[in-house]
């Protein structure tokens, strides 16, 4: 049976995951003796030990596990301040990390078969406080240890990073966008040239026309003027032809340049998916009462862009975490209700379209509503007397810190997963639904972009302006001619199909100018319960598949606004995130839809402060860290939130908005400069400044930290109480 070490795309993935982390080892292993803050700078590189070792048991390399794990115990001592740097210490550090480089698979020098056991003792001694520790030396790649020579050099890839890809998809569309532009010079030319050959034969038809009626010979020199802007107008006809021609093909190029640059940003749903096994058999065989699971994958060699698979699979494996431990019932629990003892996990991926849709389900015990249901009425996001069921209830366990576990566990209870889901998938403009029923299963299906730089888009003409509607989430198109229409509370509401839905203006939305004359409709789902809502437009011009821009720093993100293309005639064409603004209108309740009042608790927001304290969220994962922020920001009379890591902080992102973020980088799950980036692009937080408080002092770490979005980046080797308020007083304004 093949396992994902045979692989070879999967082993380059990992190879590379694991080089960068070795590298970002040994950086700071030559930093160490140096350091002013050793400590906190070895509680890094026990992270990068502990991700090499992490990626090495997926693939089952026990021998790269077994140094990577001594490895964390000589730097969890180094951390803890049970020793204190020393040179030979980084030395055999340094020797580990290169012994690790070299047992991966494909190394281009393999260590030799005595090299290994020599590490881990010295490992062990020095752990053990040996002092100094005899740093082993290993096999060089031209001594003895030959079994690699008949192992091919070099190979046919090269690693590029996702950014030179994602810069070069860039410099396509933008050529992309002027060659269209060009062509639509060509036609503005072809149409002079047709004008002055039209002109130029009407002027020689004239000068024939007096000669034969006797009003005189047309002098010679102006009938060879005459003929020549003839034969120009006709050269000019067929010079503008073979622009359009070379224009058009220039296009067919470059989109044969842009689809080869996204197939080189495309990785297949593998690339997450590997980890599954092993994190699926260690969930379910932990705690007091294991559990037989089987996962099956399928679907696997579907591929998506990288951005958008990266920032999605921590998403996914939090579905896989709550299908193991919410889901799937023990043995003992299936034998009883006469199913088999083994539960079954499914992992699926499909292409469908423009999108690649990812579903995680289960065939366990299923949501129970009325539990579900309890719970939302106890936090306070039902009425006491609420009977609501079905899709609109499942929609519950995406609220914000929402759980139905009483107990917290190593998994579950903490309130934080689905709703970060929800967020992170609605930022990339996809979609997740659930669907459960009781005693059968309960899965998740999320349908997302198969790239981030080009959508497929509907065109539409509101007034005298022109918009770009992603084609992902549209239900149906139709024109309101004959279409059955009532009224409820004044707002217009169509019938479809058996559904029932309200009909916006998207230009009063959208306060387009121009005269209006809405003809057509576009329909969209925008959230998981299926509700969905009509846009009147005057005009649908037809599908396009667009190259889609930021708007740029110097305007930033816009509501309703998911980026920018140029059209046909060359003008800007603003792509709408349709779902934002139906959420808007349902939150306003301009809507028009006849549904029980919805609080702000059911929207996700927290409820209003009290007084007019400046409200500042802690992202810390270090409870004495955040406690001692917490204590400094309360006594300098900020009202203030905390978050125990980056993704704890992601999932406020659902609510309103802070005055300001205060947060570390090095953090589990999602780092510092992640969650900035984050803040950056989620709907309203995208002015609320961010201060990155680290002990990662580099010139690169701070750039790094600012090319994200922070607003100011503090050392936690150069805390000073003074400094942190005045940076956020200078930011707030108050």
Known sequence: MSSWADDPELVATFRAEVDERLASLCEGLLRLEQHPSPRQLVAGLFRDAHTVKGSARMLGLDSVVEVAH???????????????????????????????????????HPIGPDDLPAVVAALDAASAGQSPVV????????????????RPRGGESIRVSTRRVHDLLDVVGEAELEVRRMALHGRELSALAA??????????????TAVAGGRGAVPQSLADAVHALVALGDQLVAATRELAARSEDSQARLGSV????????????????AGFPQLVRELAGAGDTPKDVRLVLSGADVELDTRVLDTVADSLRHLVINAVDHGCETPAERTAVGKPPQATLTVSARAAGSTVVIEVGDDGRGVDEDDLRSAAISRGLLLSDSTLSGPPLLQMMFAPGFSTRAEITQTSGRGVGLDVVRTVVGDLSGTIEVRSERGVGTSFVITLPVTLGVLRCLIARVGTERYAVPVAGVVETIGLTGVERHEVAGVPVLVRNGNTFPLVDLGQVLEAPGDRDPRAAVVVSFNASGEMLGFAVDELEG????????LGGFIGRLPTVAGATIGG????????DVREIAVRQLASGSSGVDVPARRASDLGFPAPRVGDRPRVLVVEDSLGVRELQRVILEGAGYDVLTAVDGLDGAARLTGLPVDLVLSDVEMPGMDGFTLTRTIRRTRGWEDVPVVIMTSRGDAADQRAGLDAGASAYLLKSEFDQAELIDTVRRLVGR
């Open 70 to 108: 001594r490895s964390e115990d000589l730097l969890g001592a180094l951390r803890d301040g049970r020793m204190a740097p020393r040179k030979d210490l980084v030395d055999v550090l340094l020797v580990a990390a290169e012994a690790i480089s070299r047992s991966l698979p494909g190394a281009e």
């Open 135 to 150: 740093v082993p030396r290993l096999l060089s790649a031209d001594e003895d240890f030959v079994e690699d020579a008949a």
């Open 195 to 208: 004008s002055q050959l039209s002109w130029s034969r009407t002027l020689r038809d004239a000068a024939a």
């Open 258 to 273: 842009r689809d080869g640059a996204m197939g080189l940003a495309m990785v297949p749903v593998r690339r997450v998916a």
């Open 543 to 550: 599908e396009m598949e667009l190259v889609v821009k930021e």
């Open 569 to 576: 005639d060359g003008g800007v064409v603003l792509v709408l």
